[in-house]
């Protein structure tokens, strides 16, 4: 098959490559996605159409996260932290000292908490690491030893449950801004309906935190927001707020008035010093974790098609929540019946971290030696 697969990438005109979340969320996640930009470099699959690699983003502004510095070793724009230069840029721009140090991944800030010297406060958006993360006991621990944690989030979550204060956001219906899709398209964002009670937009309540801990914040919209990003980011130069359209404008774009902006991007010259791609070696390596005697399965995790995330939204939907309510483990019908396991059945399932207990759904989508469990699911909470 691996034979079959190369011969019809490398004889095809144009080739393309799309990826999940399982590409990058694995031990050796980095260089699964090195390997799949050099096999595309290599075989010339890139700065044409029809070729290209396109990750497959799980919400609708992941993209633009991105763009806007929410990577730890990024600035906005993926300019490095650690560039000499770039800091001092941002640094006369923000009127302010800017650590030269990379950040922390989400799974290295739960580790640091766990250490003598590590980090002590979190200040949350959005986010839901104690269903999320890998390890939730050991998650449980860092929450619980932080000094303070605060949580901003629409609807209250299991993290919220450790929050010492909870400030009430807005969903994107109920405010005005900016969203960047996975193809580079700029979209605005209208308000059409007022937030509920005491909820505000969340660039509002980051103003006002700035404001009490002492910095001269004083943006008065997101257009004001927006006009600072494009000053800082090269890719968005020659966008604004009020040129965006009802559908947007990619970028890079010379000329949003009359374009829609760059479709393919590298048809020349890699954005690199000397323009051209450059390969990065991989080592085979096997996972950290492989099957044994005592943990013969494999044990993936994702998402169901009725539920997003640890399902703070779509588990408050009767309809969705009606459809997939109760969390579930799915089996091959061989390994299933090798254990004498029938559908529907409720089972403990023991992993090196914890068990739950749930029940099992036999399913012919399953490989044989592997299992899958949904991670939507507060009600099978792990013991240790």
Known sequence: MIREVARTWGEAGAAVVYWGMGISQHTTGTDNARCLIALCSITGNVGRPGTGLHPLRGQNNVQGASDAGLIPMFYPDYQGVDAEQTRLRFEEAWGTSLDPNRGLTVTEIIKSVLQPDGVRGMYMLGENPFLSDPNINK????????????????????????????????????????????????????????????????????????????????????????????????????????????????????????????????????????????????????????????????????????????????????????????????????????????????VRVRSRRGTIELLVRISHREQLGNCFIPFHFREPRPTC
Request: hydrophobic share 40%; charged share 25%; proline share 7%.
């Open 139 to 346: 998650v449980r621990k860092a929450l619980s030893a932080l000094d303070f944690l605060v949580v901003q989030d629409i609807f209250l979550t299991e993290t919220a449950e450790f929050a010492d204060v909870i400030l009430p956001a807005t969903s994107y219906l109920e405010k005005d801004g900016t969203y960047t899709n996975t193809d580079r398209r700029v979209q605005l964002g209208r308000k059409v309906m007022d937030p509920p009670g005491q909820a505000r937009p969340d660039w509002q309540i980051v103003q006002d935190i700035a404001r009490r801990i002492g910095l001269d914040w004083d943006y008065g919209s997101p257009s004001e927001v927006f006009d600072e990003m494009v000053a800082l980011m090269p890719s968005y130069k020659n966008l604004r707020y009020d040129n965006l359209g009802l559908s947007g404008k990619l970028y890079p774009n010379a000329d949003p008035e009359h374009s829609d902006g760059t479709i393919v991007m590298f048809d020349e010259r890699f954005n690199t010093d000397d323009g051209l791609a450059h390969l990065v070696p991989a080592q085979w390596l096997p996972a950290k974790e492989l099957p044994d005697a005592e943990y013969p399965l494999v044990l993936n995790t994702g998402r169901l098609l009725e539920h997003w995330h640890t399902g703070s939204m779509t588990r408050r939907s009767f309809a969705l929540d009606a459809i997939s309510p109760v969390a579930e483990v799915y089996m091959h019908p061989k390994d299933a019946a090798d254990r004498g396991l029938s559908h529907g059945e409720t």
